[in-house]
């Protein structure tokens, strides 16, 4: 489906897929640093977990 036509269960379902990709791709190496960024504080990492965070507590508070 295209963008318009999205439910917001599907909008958010793909909020989710890409958060979890991005926190694969910039995973933190055994020296504590990002694999992409190679900063110690990761804030595409950190902004991947706040969507996470978001989506969990709006289903908390909204069950389908």
Known sequence: MTAPH???????NRLI????????????EPDGRCRVCRVADCRVSAAARDVLDAA???QRYHPA
């Open 17 to 28: 897929l890409t958060a979890r990709a991005v926190l694969r791709s910039h995973r933190t």
């Open 6 to 12: 999205l439910s917001l269960a599907q909008i958010r």
């Open 56 to 58: 969990a507590a709006c």
